[in-house]
Nanobody
Framework: QVQLVESGGGLVQPGGSLRLSCAAS????????MGWYRQAPGKERELVAT???????NYADSVKGRFTISRDHAKNMVNLQMNSLEPEDTAVYYC?????????WGQGTQVTVAS
């Protein structure tokens, strides 16, 4: 049984910063990919950023240069530092873990960027 617990999120003004964290527990395989996806109202869920257990990262074009994903392997955690936030970044952000064909999701955390 794998569980993903997210923290962070909230309301921030345009240009501000937020940090999301996700802790994974349970049977985690040594090779895996963790990341963040988001879903805005009326839109499909989309990739934000991922990082593999080997350190390979991938970012959506819309967040490159503003968001940074990182991992703490010892704690099975993934973090997303979000800077220069824009109203278009408003969405529910979901933590994601992929390993050996299995996909797990967190419960989601709301990020709202508004003045």
């Amino acid at each position: 049984q794998v569980q993903l617990v997210e923290s962070g999120g909230g309301l921030v003004q345009p240009g501000g910063s937020l940090r999301l964290s996700c802790a994974a527990s349970g049977s985690i395989f040594s090779f895996n990919v963790m990341g963040w996806y988001r879903q805005a109202p009326g839109k499909e869920r989309e990739l934000v950023a991922t990082v593999s257990s080997t350190g390979l990262t991938n970012y959506a074009d819309s967040v490159k240069g503003r968001f940074t994903i990182s991992r703490d392997h010892a704690k099975n955690m993934v973090n997303l530092q979000m800077n220069s936030l824009e109203p278009e970044d408003t969405a529910v952000y979901y933590c994601n873990l992929r390993m050996s064909g299995y996909i797990y999701w967190g419960q989601g955390t709301q990020v709202t960027v508004a003045s």
